[in-house]
């Protein structure tokens, strides 16, 4: 427990000269009965504080795993990860799920918002774990919400929310512990493609203020909008790129169509 401590305090401070995420020579194998899939083959990439990153790649290249053990959430077969200069690989189980908790926010496809829990109370949930009482809790849910535009919708549940804001409340739940880290997995792949580039407006946004975000993606019209992409082919780096004329989401949206349905929840 000490030992995440020390890294919350390294993480919420002025930027440090470390990335924040160095990865070295990742290896991951599954093995599935008498096969063995070598998912990862030798990742080796450094993500600045204050990046926008998109990692790319075909379905199966490798991208959830990669993002799998850049949130903690599962360990490389071999090689190194240090998140914000901790060798988390050295890490206990326990330590590895307080880091996770406190210092990484997760977005992926699926909202994955509990259905009979407002909005609020689905943001308050990772705030479970964080030493504030339940007025303090609600606060922080309650700005959460206020940075993904959902102010006014904390009292809905989500069956009463389009799928666009679904997705904010999600973005909300993982933003709420003020997190170093954001990762989204594919996020836009369940919306239609103008609530795709609103929720780019949000990412693109939170990214000016500071945030680190990985966002993994197969569409181009998504990727564009970060700053950096990473390709990943048969679980190996095909190319990694700065997206020099990244576009504005907030200007491409202008120029999109809007769904009838969508045009209501504005
Ligand atoms: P992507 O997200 O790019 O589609 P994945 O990281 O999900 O790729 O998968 C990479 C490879 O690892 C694929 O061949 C996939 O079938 C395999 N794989 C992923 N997760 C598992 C698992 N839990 N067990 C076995 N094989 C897996
Ligand atoms: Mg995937």
């Given at each position: 427990m000490s030992m995440a401590i020390e890294t919350s305090r390294e993480m919420d401070g002025v930027p440090l000269s470390h990335p924040v995420i160095s990865a070295l020579d990742l290896h991951k194998y599954y093995e599935l009965g008498e096969t063995r899939v070598h998912a990862l083959r030798g990742i080796t990439v450094d993500i600045a504080r204050g990046e926008f990153v998109a990692v790319m790649g075909a379905s199966g290249s490798g991208k959830s795993t990669f993002m799998n053990i850049l949130g903690c959430l599962d360990r490389p077969s071999s090689g190194s990860y240090f998140l914000d200069g901790t060798d988390v690989s050295s890490l206990e189980k326990r330590e590895l799920a307080a880091i996770r908790n406190r210092h990484i926010g997760f977005v992926f496809q699926g909202f994955n918002l509990l259905a009979r829990t407002t909005a609020l109370e689905n943001v308050e949930l990772?705030?479970?774990?964080?030493?504030?009482?339940k007025r303090q809790r609600a606060q922080a849910a309650e700005e959460a919400l206020a940075m993904v535009g959902l102010a006014d919708r904390s009292r809905h549940f989500p069956s009463q929310l389009s799928g666009g804001q679904q997705q904010r409340v999600a973005i909300a739940r993982a933003l709420v512990n003020h997190p170093a880290l954001l990762l989204a997995d594919e996020?836009?792949?369940?919306?239609d493609s103008h609530t795709a580039v609103e929720v780019m407006d949000i990412l693109q946004k939170l990214n000016d203020d500071g945030l680190t975000i990985v966002l993994v993606t197969h569409e181009p019209d998504i990727a564009q909008f970060a700053r950096r992409a990473i390709l990943f082919r048969d679980g190996r780096i095909r190319r990694d790129e700065p997206n020099e004329d990244c576009p504005r989401a907030i200007d491409v949206l202008q120029n999109m169509p809007v769904i009838d349905e969508e045009q209501d929840e504005r």
């Open positions: 990772p705030t479970l774990y964080a030493k504030l009482n996020p836009t792949g369940n919306l």
